[in-house]
């Protein structure tokens, strides 16, 4: 039987249909916004032995049939997932993770397929309120339902979900999940919004996500499974007794050891002493793991108490920044390079600058763009195994890789000056070096330094600080700039990104149910300051941009022609410009509006290319004065060139003052005069005036 609930979100009909398709899934919606329309199914699978995590993975993909196209790879059939699908897939993930409970091991799938798209909705908020819908009405434990929306800032009004149209101008794009009573989860970009606007925009979004959820509950009333029984996990609290009793204190000790890897060291010491004392040969009353288990749980106690005292594991309070050090030019050669530290994070980040060539072109089977398009402004972070003292395979980028690359460039991406004024494409690479926590906020400061060095001139300097929560009944703690244990243990990982203005990008993942308004306030101001702080520490470093770009960075200079002399300036076959390259050692590119980049290694022939093209395409000036070369000689005046490809007629009545009997008396083929320009007729015939330039020059 097919069942379907609808409800009135942002002006437009949001529908949930289950029943009619994919009827084999544990749990399956179909959900349509306008005429954008998604599937996404949830199938559980076996239990997993030996695992300590929640086997859960999320797939999304775009058919290209949906805009009505067919793929253009060669082999005609879509391929590997694209950025903006990956990074669907994450923001799918990240809402529900946290909703099923601790203790399931069974595998899990969610799929989302794209369908249709009407190029204003769009998929991916569709996608993920039908896995939500697809794991509420399924058999799989979940402490759902979960709903999502996109809210946008358009002309200072909080807009929700925002078409695409209505984007192109937003302010602010930010993505909202949360249950009926909490918001489990944020992410998005905005051009430097303040924090009050930012916490109402939320509070929209939770609005509006109350009337998803209670769509979602009518559905499973009239489609839901019963749910799996979930065996509790078993918990031996006598065991955890006795290691509490025997290793609290020292554990405390252990805990407070500064140096990662000495501290990891310690705990593990202690891990194995103990493991010897509980459980040392296969007649004891406890295994190996039942005690590496228990004292896991102490652990996280022990570290919690330690936050909720006032006092973090390292040491610092509450709202304390580890210690900082930037550096810049670190690197020869390249454009521009940073190194950023905070406490055990690091990271290089290195900054290219190219030409309009360099710029990246996503292809159009991407249907979040709904068409081709090219981006100028690029930022690729790296993780390497290296930098949590692991070893690990290396193979493609990871999801986590692009996820963390692409919040840093949505954040950077608000300061990054306009093609107009700078015209080079950017791209940053951040290698981490180190990782404590934060090494994504570390890749956004990296970044800005790295900009600055290389001289592109932004247009506020960007910081980015990590935020964490620990909740115990009524107490609560908000952290800045958590290391990994205070992630680990902790219950909110918030990224919050600005310059001393506003916010420019945000991510939050919850481990519980969800956080309130007055968490949010609360850690959004502290985020504040903490950014400022670390902001004042980068600027100390490097006060603002250079002045100009790296001796090695390519020199460009950018001009708008007409576009209708745009043939003028390529030639018969090419002739011409391949001539102007030639004799000035560049490289010139020509775009269909009449934009012509100009690059080369020498800023002198950069210039030359540039003045030989301004000549060629100058629009003449009446009553402006200019010297050229006479090209022809007649009975009636001369032809002079004034500009490349531009000539005009001295009537002989405008060659002197007094009589000229003949032309040749006045002018000679090759001689070079000043004229002035007195008319252009309709069919841009040039008059000119050798008299009248006389007169001019001799009134000075």
Known sequence: ??????????????????????????????????????????????????????????????????????????????????????????????PIRPLIPQGFRNEVQVMAIVLAVDKENDPDMLAMNGACAAMAISGIPFDGPVAAVRIGLLDDALVVNPTRSQMEDCRMDLVVAGTKEYVNMVSGGANEVDETTIVDAIALAHEE????????????????????????????DTLQGLVKARAYEELKSRCRIKDKRQQEKALREL???????????????????????????????????????????????????????????????????????RGETQVLVVATLGTKIDEQRIGIDDLAEFGEYTKRFMVHYNFPPFSVGEVRRIGSTSRREVGHGALAESA?????????????????????????????????????????????????????????????????????????????????????????????????????????????????????????????????TIKRPRESVSAYAPKLARLVINPEKIGMIIGPGGKTIRRIQEETDTKIEIEDDGTVMISGSDLDAVKKAYGIIEGMTEEVVVGKTYT???????????????????????????????YVRKISDVVRMGDEITVKCIGVDDQGKIRLSRKAAIKDAGSR
């Open 412 to 540: 950077l991406l608000p300061v990054v000056p306009s093609e107009d004024v700078f015209p080079y494409t950017i791209r940053l690479v951040s290698d981490v070096f180190e990782s404590n926590s934060s090494s994504s906020m570390a890749t956004v400061c990296g970044g800005t330094l790295a900009m600055m060095d290389a001289g592109v001139p932004i247009n506020h300097p960007v910081a980015g600080i990590g935020m964490g929560l620990i909740k115990e009944g009524g107490e609560l703690r908000v952290l800045s700039d958590i290391m990994g244990k205070e992630d680990h243990y902790g219950d909110m990982d918030f990224k919050v990104v600005g310059t001393q203005n506003g916010i420019t990008g945000m991510q939050m993942d919850v481990k519980i149910p969800g956080v309130t308004r007055e968490i949010l306030e609360v850690a959004l101001e502290q985020a504040r300051e903490g950014r400022l702080q670390i902001l004042r520490t980068m600027l100390s």
């Open 271 to 341: 891990r194995d002493a103990l493991v010897e004392e509980f459980a040392p040969d296969e007649t004891s009353s406890y295994t190996p793991e039942e005690v590496k288990t228990a004292l896991q749980k102490v652990e996280k106690e022990t570290i919690r108490e330690m936050i909720l005292s006032g006092t973090r594991p390292d040491g610092r309070g509450l709202t304390d920044i580890r210690e900082m050090e930037c550096e810049v030019a670190v690197l020869p050669r390249v454009h521009g390079s940073a190194l950023f530290t």
């Open 1 to 94: 039987m097919t069942h379907r609930v609808t409800e009135e979100i942002g002006g437009r009909t949001l529908a949930f249909e289950t029943g009619k398709v994919a009827k084999q899934a544990d749990g399956a919606a179909v959900v349509q916004y306008g005429d954008t329309i998604v599937l996404v199914t949830a199938v559980v699978g076996d239990e997993l032995p030996n695992v300590d995590f929640l086997p859960l993975s999320v797939d999304y993909r775009e058919k290209t049939y949906a805009a009505g196209k067919i793929p253009g790879s060669v082999f005609k059939r879509e391929g590997r997932p694209t950025t903006k699908e990956i990074l669907t897939m994450r923001i799918i993930d990240r």
């Open 628 to 658: 050229g070369k006479v090209t022809s000689v007649k009975d009636f005046g001369a032809f002079v060139e004034i500009l490349p490809g531009q000539e005009g007629l001295v009537h002989v009545s405008e060659l002197s003052d007094s």
């Open 209 to 236: 996500i109350k009337k998803i959820v209670a769509l979602q509950e009518t559905l499973v009333q009239k489609a839901g499974k019963p749910k799996m029984p979930l065996e509790p996990v078993p918990v031996n």
